[in-house]
């Protein structure tokens, strides 16, 4: 059974930063597609940060290249989002997601289409203040 849980949401000011953690179990990273999505208050979830079978690039939204750096511990089976530079704009509640199968598609794909992806954690509330 695929099962996921975020956690190490809080609220911060801006430039701030923090790191959020996933436990994740039944699935092989290498394997599946993995992300973190993101919705805030009155707007669609989007993905800002995705890979696809553990192979090529990590995708990043445009909104969070550059502050974001998405990555995993297959041996602890453990995915982290650390944020940096936080901005206001970035207050949401965060989810860890992920897609087993067969991958057809691209990070950027998974990232972009919601409904790709199979398996939700619960979400992490994400606040930054000005």
């Known amino acids: 059974e695929v099962q996921l849980q975020a956690s190490g949401g809080g609220s911060v000011q801006t430039g701030g930063f923090l790191r959020l953690s996933c436990r994740a179990s039944?699935?092989?990273?290498?394997?599946?597609?993995i992300g973190w999505f993101r919705q805030a208050p009155g707007k669609e979830r989007e993905g800002i940060s995705c890979?696809?079978?553990?192979?090529?690039?990590?995708f990043y939204d445009d909104s969070v290249k550059g502050r974001f750096t998405f990555s995993t511990d297959s041996a602890e089976n453990m995915l982290y989002l650390q944020m940096d530079n936080l901005k206001p704009e970035d207050t949401a509640v965060y989810y860890c997601?992920?897609?087993?199968?067969?991958?057809?598609?691209?990070?950027?794909?998974?990232?972009?289409?919601?409904?790709?992806?199979?398996?939700w954690g619960e979400g992490t509330q994400v606040t930054v203040s000005s």
């Open positions: 997601t992920a897609k087993t199968g067969t991958l057809y598609y691209s990070a950027l794909f998974y990232c972009a289409y919601i409904n790709s992806m199979d398996y």
């Open positions: 039944g699935f092989e990273f290498d394997k599946s597609a």
């Open positions: 890979i696809s079978g553990g192979k090529g690039s990590t």
